[in-house]
């Protein structure tokens, strides 16, 4: 590049050079800055300098001079993202099911960007993605799109769904292309559901994006808006257990208290909890999605909680305790 070029980039390497250089315990004098800038090419006296930083905050980038004996310190202030901010984005991506070993590397390559490189390497030692279970399918980002994309063109979506046989491969759930009406993604138990109305059924249903396939924009117009008018994302998620669907029911259970904690976690603050004529338990009574998973939730707290209202459901897990019984012996 000549050198007239790289003189007309220099506020650019300025600000490259104090992004990545300073931060709240970092500084660089006025001679640091302008030996930075000369490994880029770019010669500056201190008078254009000054300048040249004030012109960086209307950029958005601020920078703090600080008195230290009979010279300056500087260093940048506010950033786009704090540091806290930027390892919360990383663990969230770390934690990410739906988002492939590659692409986690990527984007926490990119935040590092965001940082100082003594903050980077901060993040660099919080990056622990290698062993995560994660997707293998690298087009879930091009699907995310492609529903968003219908979502905002108010258009239905055609789609094949798949799943994993014995072998390890994925295979096609069936030969019919399945087609729904998108309104909304929720991440869900570390995975991406698309949420969605299915007008032959007249339901809500939901479905895991990393298993969607060869997505296509129908021309019809999306229906379903009554049913999402009155829809509680929240409610949806707390009542399906790992997005495991299954008929609605009010189920009333039986708690130790020391379980209170579990049941606002799984279910809200708002459920109701009433006291019970046993000692040192309570109950509730909370809308579930009555399926396998709720069933294994509520064998997992082993003796300490029992569902008693209604019979149905009683007898019904009272059948999957003696197969497993059975199972095992």
Not at 244 to 263: A, H, Q, S, T
Not at 275 to 304: C, I, R
Not at 314 to 324: A, H, P, Q, S
Request: aromatic share 12%; no cysteine.
């Amino acid at each position: 590049m000549p050198k007239g070029a790289k003189q007309k980039l220099k506020l650019y390497y300025l600000g490259k050079i104090m992004i990545e250089k300073t931060d709240d315990e970092h500084f660089l004098t006025m001679p640091e800055i302008q030996k930075a800038l000369e490994g880029y090419g770019v010669t500056a006296d201190r008078k254009s300098l000054y300048d040249d930083l004030e012109t960086l905050e209307h950029l958005g980038i601020e920078v703090i001079g600080e008195k230290s004996g009979r010279s300056y310190n500087y260093h940048v202030g506010k950033k786009q993202f704090e540091i806290a901010e930027l390892k919360l984005l990383v663990d969230a991506i770390q934690s990410s099911k739906f988002i492939t070993e590659k692409k986690s590397n990527a984007l926490i390559k990119k935040l590092t960007g965001f940082a100082s490189e003594y903050e980077a390497a901060q993040l660099k030692r919080q990056v622990v993605v290698q062993g995560r279970i994660k997707t293998m399918n690298e087009s879930i980002y091009y699907i995310v799109d492609d529903i968003y994309n219908a979502i905002s063109k108010n258009k239905k979506i055609r789609f094949e769904y798949y799943k994993w046989n014995i072998n390890k491969e994925m295979e096609r759930r069936r030969d019919k292309v399945y087609e729904v009406s998108p309104w909304a993604l929720t991440w869900d138990d570390e995975n991406y559901y698309l949420i969605a109305f299915d007008a032959k059924d007249e339901k809500i249903k939901h479905y895991r994006v990393d298993k969607m396939r060869n997505i296509e924009m129908s021309d019809e117009k999306r229906e379903g808006k009554a049913f999402f008018g009155k829809f509680d994302m929240a409610s949806y998620s707390r009542m399906n257990f790992s997005m495991f669907g299954g008929k609605e029911v009010r189920v009333k259970i039986l708690f130790e208290n020391e379980l209170v904690g579990v049941m606002l976690d799984r279910f809200g603050k708002e459920i109701p909890i009433h006291d019970s004529d046993k000692v040192g338990w309570s109950e509730t009574s909370v809308d579930v999605a009555l399926s396998d998973q709720f069933l294994g939730w509520v064998f997992s707290l082993g003796t300490h909680v029992k569902i008693i209202e209604p019979k149905d459901v009683v007898n019904r897990f009272r059948d999957e305790i003696k197969n497993l019984d059975r199972l095992y012996d």
